[in-house]
Nanobody, 120 residues
C-alpha cells in the first residue's frame, strides 16, 4: 500500500511563493507519473496543476505555466511543486497524486490534501 504525505501548504500573500512536497512510502512499489491537482473553492472536481512522468516529461495547466515548476526526486519518491507569483485565484486544496505501477495496472494514489490560501 502506497502512502503519501504532503507538506508545504499554508497562507501566503499575493505575489509570494510556496513549495509543496509529497513523499510516497510503502513496500515494493514502482512509481510512474507524479503530479499535483487542486480543488478550487465551490468546485467538486479536482483539476490538474502539473504532472511529471518517470522519465521527466512534464505537463502544466495553462494557469500554472510560467509560474509553477514541478520536479521529482525519484530516489526519495518525492515530488515537488514550486509555486511563484501566487494569485488569489490559486487558493485551493492541493492534492498530490502518484501513479503506482503494479503488474500491468496503473493505480492512482492521493494525498490527504492541503490548503493553500493566497490572500493579503
Amino acid at each position: 500500500q502506497v502512502q503519501l504525505v504532503e507538506s508545504g501548504g499554508g497562507l501566503v500573500q499575493p505575489g509570494g511563493s510556496l513549495r509543496l512536497s509529497c513523499v510516497a512510502s510503502g513496500s515494493r512499489f514502482r512509481i510512474g507519473a507524479m503530479g499535483w491537482y487542486r480543488q478550487l473553492p465551490g468546485k467538486q472536481q479536482r483539476e490538474l496543476v502539473a504532472v511529471i512522468s518517470s522519465t521527466g516529461f512534464y505537463n502544466y495547466a495553462d494557469s500554472a505555466k510560467d509560474r509553477f515548476t514541478i520536479s521529482r526526486d525519484s530516489a526519495k519518491n518525492t515530488v515537488y511543486l514550486q509555486m511563484n507569483s501566487l494569485k488569489p485565484e490559486d487558493t485551493a486544496l492541493y492534492y498530490c497524486n502518484v501513479e503506482e505501477l503494479s503488474g500491468g495496472a496503473r493505480l492512482d494514489h492521493w494525498g490527504q490534501g492541503m490548503q493553500v490560501t493566497v490572500s493579503s
